[in-house]
């Protein structure tokens, strides 16, 4: 019996879809509002640097889009929690999306902070592997930790799913998501229409088959 789709039993292809989001995202947040939408490693240190320099209006606004994210995070767990299937959570994203190009920067780089921060809680895994869509500097290490365990067990690499696979290609769409997030923000007004766009992309992903019960 096929269950309700869930961002959380999912093919790489939507996972490969949502790093292009995320991507685009945090280009178009950085090049508008020098901040970013879902790194909050990157704000902590501009957060940082800020509070160094006693530049308290630079400081709250990135310590706001800390709280935002997080925000994001609890909600989304919440929902995860009440099975939310996957249009829900692509209505919610897709209109904080839509909220943030269109906000003055106040409310815009929040509302995409916590738009990034449901995205990330909501996806997490991919044909049984654990992923992040919204950075992925751990994705990377996992990468590394995951060649050298396929090297270690030659043997078994035919019958083990292409996990390393489906992280190098997180990996590239994020940074296409990233190019991709550059060019609109030259070319274009409101830049950030276009995710709500891309997002919608997730919904025509082939659907992982372990998510079957």
């Known amino acids: 019996m096929q269950t309700s789709p869930s961002l959380r039993e999912n093919s790489p292809h939507q996972a490969w879809v949502l790093a292009v989001v995320s ?8 090049l508008s509002w020098g901040a970013f939408a ?3 490693s990157g704000n902590s ?7 160094a320099g006693g530049q308290m209006g630079d400081a709250l606004h990135r310590l706001g889009i800390i709280a935002a994210f997080l925000a994001g995070i609890a909600v989304s767990t919440l929902l995860v929690k009440k099975s939310l299937p996957l249009p829900g959570f692509v209505a919610i994203e897709a209109t904080l999306l839509l909220l943030a190009a269109v906000l003055p920067v106040a409310g815009a780089a929040p509302m995409l902070g916590l738009a990034m921060g449901i995205q990330n809680a909501m996806a997490n895994n991919f ?4 992923l992040n869509t919204v950075f992925i500097t751990g994705n990377l290490q996992k990468l590394i930790q995951t060649l050298i365990g396929r090297s270690r067990r030659s043997r078994e690499v035919a ?10 290609g997180l990996w590239i769409f994020y940074l296409a998501g990233a190019a ?3 060019a609109a923000h030259s ?10 766009l891309l997002l919608l992309l997730v919904l025509f992903g082939p659907a992982n088959s372990t998510a079957r019960k």
Do not use: Y
Not at 45 to 51: D, E, K, R
Not at 159 to 168: L, T, Y
């Open 23 to 30: 991507g685009f995202s945090d280009t178009v947040g950085f």
């Open 159 to 168: 019958s083990e799913p292409d996990h390393a696979g489906i992280i190098v």
């Open 38 to 40: 879902g790194l909050m």
């Open 187 to 196: 070319h274009l007004t409101h830049p950030l229409l276009l995710a709500p």
């Open 180 to 182: 991709l997030g550059a």
């Open 45 to 51: 240190v501009l957060l940082g640097i800020a509070l």
């Open 127 to 130: 044909a049984g592997l654990t």
